[in-house]
């Protein structure tokens, strides 16, 4: 018999599927949900409607327009919208093999390719022949730490680097909800403010929604959503795991490709990446409810597992011929997804980790059992890279 991998909410037990559906949430919600997050991370919470949004209003708080920000050179699109949307400069450090994470190492590169160009004026010529793009000369005023896939980086080491340059930390935990980091401190607890997303197959999922907590003084006015969510997206939250378990129903008559597509194109379901960042628009009350359970509950495994492999197209046909789907992995292109990347301008040549690794990695949710996939770790384990 065939066992069907499909991430569309798999995580979503039939229960907890029922719960989410038809759960009604109050403005008490909300408010238990804030000041829970406050005193867990010690600063003033907002709650926003995705992940993005409370990153940008992080950075809006500590950044001015223009200044530079270092951010993960193997990330998701979201975090780039973010920085967009305060309109700093990204500047990408290139990631290690172990965990996916910059490190002193490529900090520093990142800092020393950026500082290489002396005049300002010929710095503000590069940004704009790459339409504010390029890292050349704009001052770095912080970093963005992001614990890809829940491995956490040393915190130690990049605090010590933060402190030595005048960074402000900000701390992204959309994968690392509980992971502690090597010297014993929880995620989230370390930097000017931290950023927590709510999204699908993030470490605390409700579809939707996010937050950010605001711990030290920050220098510019945030002004807290007051907006109530769109229906439309308030509904898509609320049916997105009812319709994927739907899908992973008809994947036995091969029907999940045409209904996924036929719901994306009504718009009853919306790719994550297409999720809009919106500063005005508050969290629907009953994804504040769910998150707030979870938040009580979190277990601390890391979020997913992952390889590097080589030939993945032809490995990842085998895996579906073995009835394990790949709706897309983490991630295919350094800021993923790919129909986004153009836009990004990311410096390969600069990050050549991210770019490599982004073509080799495979990963797995955690949240299936080891019975699940273990056909789909050995036919993985023939496909490892040699030096990993
Ligand atoms: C998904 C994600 C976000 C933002 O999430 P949304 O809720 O989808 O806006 C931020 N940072 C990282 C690293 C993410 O993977």
């Known amino acids: 018999m065939k066992h069907y991998f499909l991430g569309l909410a798999a995580n979503y037990s039939r229960r907890r599927r029922l719960t989410h559906t038809f759960a009604v949430g109050h403005e008490k919600d909300r408010q238990e949900l804030k000041k829970f997050l406050e005193k867990k991370y010690d600063g003033e919470a907002i709650l926003t409607k995705n992940g993005r949004s409370a990153l940008a209003l992080a950075l809006k708080a500590y950044f001015e327009p223009g200044d530079g920000i270092i951010v993960n050179g193997f990330t998701c699109y979201a975090v780039y919208e973010a920085v967009k949307a305060a309109e700093l400069i990204p500047i990408w450090a290139d990631i290690n093999k172990e965990n996916l994470n910059f490190d002193i190492n490529s900090l520093g590169i990142a800092l020393a390719a950026m500082c290489s160009t002396e005049h300002e004026d010929l710095a503000r010529a590069a940004r704009s022949v790459s339409g504010g793009h390029a890292a050349a000369n704009a001052i770095p005023k912080g970093i963005v730490i992001q614990n890809s896939l829940g491995n956490p980086v040393d915190i130690g080491q990049i605090e010590k680097f933060a402190k030595k340059h005048d960074l402000v930390i900000i701390e992204d935990l959309a994968h690392s909800v509980g992971v502690k980091y090597p010297d014993g401190r929880e995620a989230g607890t370390v930097g000017a403010a931290t950023a927590l997303s709510f999204g699908k ?47 992973r129903g008809l994947s036995y008559i091969k029907l999940s490709g045409p209904w996924m597509r036929m719901l994306i194109k009504i718009h009853w379901v919306e790719k994550s990446a297409d999720n809009k960042l919106d500063l005005e628009r508050k969290i629907a009350k009953f994804e504040a409810k769910i998150a707030l359970k979870q938040l009580k509950e979190h277990s601390k495994k890391p979020l997913r597992t992952f390889f590097l492999v080589k030939d993945r197209g032809e490995l990842i046909k085998k895996l579906q011929k073995n009835g394990y789907y790949f709706g897309g992995f983490w991630y295919e292109k350094p800021v993923s997804p790919e129909r986004y990347y153009k836009k990004v301008h990311f410096p390969e040549e600069e990050c050549p980790v991210a770019t490599e690794v982004s073509k080799k990695i495979i990963n797995l949710p955690t949240f299936y059992s080891k019975k699940d996939l273990e056909k789909a770790h050995k036919i993985i384990e023939e496909y490892l890279e040699e030096d990993k």
Do not use: C, Q
Not at 212 to 224: D, Q, S
Not at 230 to 246: N, Q, V
């Open 201 to 247: 197959d993030k470490s605390i999922d409700t579809i939707s929604g996010g937050a950010v907590i605001l711990r030290h003084p920050y220098k510019n006015a945030i002004e807290a959503p007051s907006k109530v969510p769109k229906i439309s997206d308030t509904l898509r939250a609320r049916f997105y795991p009812l319709f994927g378990a739907i899908a």
